[in-house]
């Protein structure tokens, strides 16, 4: 039988992941509150408004997640309410917070805390947001405040999510507040996030020595599109610099390494990951384009006729998470997939998704990546940014009219799975048999032991 299953190890975590703006409702403080009035920014005009309503019932989704057998979660908490003027911290939000992950304890969830997802208090932008170093005393300030006052509830921080995601896409993008369009800008940016993380680390570290506390890493992978040729290489490997590995190195090594600028040496950073938590979601691929400068000389596409997630997001590419992760291993750090998943509104490749992707990463386990845990993204369809409603990611269907919920097939079987703590052949035959072959091969399955 044991041929047949893939056992994940014992304490694995198995959860969810999602953000305060996407899932609380009435984030009228911040930046994308104000961004979504604006005609244009959002497909077809769609707002965040109550979104999932978590402000008050966060704790409905709560009970759903452990009864789909899940033993965690990571969320993250709202600068702009914790700190709705600066300096001025409110209570009755740390309280609420303080509620949101005794409710996630005593569900048996272990909770895993972002300080930071893609959203800035009001009075953070007018001071110039992210744009000078003058951010990173503030966000220590508020890293620190939230650590004293939570920090016996929470073991787990992966501290920002995706700098490298928000620098391009709010910087140097038209899309995301404030659609600065500065690529410039958009590396500087990127500097002052990464130094405030490494203040963050050091000031939870000195309240919890025992917390181990992360980053949410954004990475994807980019394929050459002729991969015999230097060129198309060549413009592959600079996404790949640029995007993936610019923030580990400094993280890890403590080194910028900024195009067309010196390398600088920022001994604080230097070792401040205790884990690398790895977003990811799809792949480019890339071929060296001379007129286009702008986007490092390279055009980017998804591999001709493959499997398409909705909406065009990016293609379904498992092999993919195994790469990065046998990549990312050589940084000698544990890992968490903190978050992986698809928009599917009507679920006819999320089962799928699910097993090869997870198959993905029990092989690189397999061969001693060290994964300790996995968070889908998301629990319930929440609010997708600049694309509004349209993109629904949930593990769990949610009408935003009403506020209900409806468990899709792929939550009954990510159930299955956690509950487990495997993948079963079983499980593959029921939901997506035409991936037993690949999962499962036939000679496993009919073998003497099979
Ligand atoms: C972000 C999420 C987002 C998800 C799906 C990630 O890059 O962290 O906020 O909803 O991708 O696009």
Redesign the pocket.
Known sequence: MEQTTMRFPEGFLWGT?T?SH?VEGNNSNNDWWEWEKEPGHILDGHRSELACDWWNRAEDDFDLAREMGQNAHRLSLEWSRIEPREGEWDDDAIARYRRMLVGLRERGLEPMVTLH??TNPLWLMEKGGWETEAVVPLFERYVTRVAEELGDLVELWSVI??PN?YAILSYAGSRWPPGKQNLLLAFRVLRNLLLAHGRAYRAIHRLQPQAQVGI?H?VRVFDPARPNSRLDRWAASLPDRIFNRLVLTALTEGVLAFPLAFNRKVPELVDSVDFLGV?Y?TRDMVAFDASRPGELFGRRFYTEGAEMSDGG?GEVYPEGLYRLLKWLAAYGKPIYIT?N?L?DEDDDQRPRFLLTHLAATHRAMQEGVPVKGYFH??LVD?F??A?GWS?R?GLVALDVETQERTVRRSGQLYKEICQANAITQDMVERYAPEVLDKLFPAQARDGPFG
């Open positions: 992941a953000s996407q997802h893609f999510n995706e995601v949410a954004a977003n979601y997001y978050e998943g928009p993204w998301s929440n997708e940014w694309e993109l990611f």
